[in-house]
Nanobody
Framework: QVQLVESGGGLVQAGGSLTLSCAAS????????MGWYRQTPGNQRESVAS???????NYADSVKDRFIISRDNGKNTVYLQMNSLKPEDTAVYYC???????????WGQGTQVTVSS
């Protein structure tokens, strides 16, 4: 059974930085895409950044040049380094793993990020 455990959320002032981590367990060998989504009350969950097993990355326009996604395949862990944080980055951040072979999506429990102005 796949489990994703996030850590690193919290409260930070605007302009500050936070790094989120997500450790995956129970995943089988094979190509997957790991990423981060975020959601605010009353809004749909939106993609923030993603990274393939091979290291190809993709970012939402709103976070380009501020956030960096990376992964350690040996540890099955994905990171999201968030710099120059803005109040509008405040959200619950969810880790996601998409297994390409099975076309299955897995989600973490979410971690709150709050950016104060």
């Amino acid at each position: 059974q796949v489990q994703l455990v996030e850590s690193g959320g919290g409260l930070v002032q605007a302009g500050g930085s936070l790094t989120l981590s997500c450790a995956a367990s129970g995943i089988s060998c094979g190509t997957n895409v790991m990423g981060w989504y975020r959601q605010t009350p009353g809004n749909q969950r939106e993609s923030v950044a993603s990274i393939t097993t091979g290291g190809r990355t993709n970012y939402a326009d709103s976070v380009k040049d501020r956030f960096i996604i990376s992964r350690d395949n040996g540890k099955n862990t994905v990171y999201l380094q968030m710099n120059s944080l803005k109040p509008e980055d405040t959200a619950v951040y969810y880790c996601n793993l998409f297994a390409i072979a099975s076309l299955k999506n897995f989600w973490g429990q979410g971690t709150q990020v709050t950016v104060s102005s």
